[in-house]
């Protein structure tokens, strides 16, 4: 079932024949994370490239008194340490599980042999590694652009229902408050 879902995200973004797709789907391997475990640890080399089955994930900088949460991932879409993936170099950065999740993953040599083998690899791996520039791209001209209640609300009303699972610190990180304001905008527009 869930290499179907896959299976159907990928065709909606590009024609992929059905002998590309099983190749592509031998190299897929299955990985399952409990709440709050680690899928990536600061100076790891970040090895896959992975589609979100299940559960979202936070991307943070570990500090000594708090992290600094930066990023979040959530079913049906891709995630990685893209930076440490492509340089293949240690990651300066975490990545933990927020609820159960379950991972798709392709490793950095299974990639470069779909790409090399498949008519249609060179565009997914295209289309991954856009996604994952536009999301990190669109974060950064909000921490620019917005207050922090306009990132609050963007990301409310672009995930609503996994935006409630989050934990209120690791939405104030994010959106680059105290969790004690973030309190007050909540309050105040609800």
Same mark, same amino acid.
Request: a neutral charge; hydrophobic letters at 40%; glycine letters at 4%.
């Given at each position: 079932?869930?290499?179907?879902?896959?299976?159907?995200?990928?065709?909606?973004?590009?024609?992929? /024949?059905?002998? *590309?797709?099983?190749?592509?789907?031998?190299?897929? $391997?299955?990985?399952?994370?409990?709440?709050? &475990?680690? @899928? =990536?640890?600061?100076?790891?080399?970040?090895?896959?490239?992975?589609?979100?089955?299940?559960?979202?994930?936070?991307?943070?900088?570990?500090?000594?008194?708090?992290?600094?949460?930066?990023?979040?991932?959530?079913?049906?879409?891709?995630? /990685?340490?893209? *930076?440490?993936?492509?340089?293949?170099?240690?990651? $300066?950065?975490?990545?933990?599980?927020?609820? &159960?999740? @379950? =991972?798709?993953?392709?490793?950095?040599?299974?990639?470069?042999?779909?790409?090399?083998?498949?008519?249609?690899?060179?565009?997914?791996?295209?289309?991954?590694?856009?996604?994952?520039?536009?999301?990190?791209?669109?974060?950064?001209?909000?921490?620019?652009?917005?207050?922090?209640?306009?990132?609050?609300?963007?990301?409310?009303?672009?995930?609503?229902?996994?935006?409630?699972?989050?934990?209120?610190?690791?939405?104030?990180?994010?959106?680059?408050?105290?969790?004690?304001?973030?309190?007050?905008?909540?309050?105040?527009?609800?």
């Amino acid at each position: 079932m869930a290499l179907e879902q896959i299976k159907k995200h990928f065709q909606q973004l590009v024609d992929i /024949s059905e002998e *590309d797709w099983q190749f592509f789907a031998s190299k897929l $391997t299955k990985a399952s994370f409990k709440k709050k &475990d680690a @899928i =990536l640890r600061t100076g790891q080399v970040e090895n896959h490239l992975s589609f979100i089955e299940q559960g979202m994930v936070r991307f943070f900088i570990p500090e000594e008194t708090k992290d600094i949460t930066f990023a979040f991932a959530f079913e049906n879409n891709f995630v /990685s340490a893209y *930076d440490s993936f492509l340089t293949q170099t240690p990651c $300066t950065y975490g990545i933990e599980a927020l609820s &159960d999740t @379950i =991972l798709w993953q392709v490793s950095f040599d299974e990639l470069q042999e779909i790409y090399a083998k498949t008519t249609v690899g060179n565009t997914i791996g295209r289309l991954a590694s856009e996604d994952l520039f536009l999301k990190k791209s669109a974060r950064e001209l909000s921490l620019l652009n917005n207050t922090a209640e306009e990132r609050y609300l963007k990301l409310f009303s672009e995930r609503p229902e996994l935006i409630q699972k989050i934990p209120l610190k690791y939405l104030a990180s994010y959106i680059g408050i105290t969790p004690q304001a973030l309190s007050r905008i909540r309050k105040r527009i609800s």
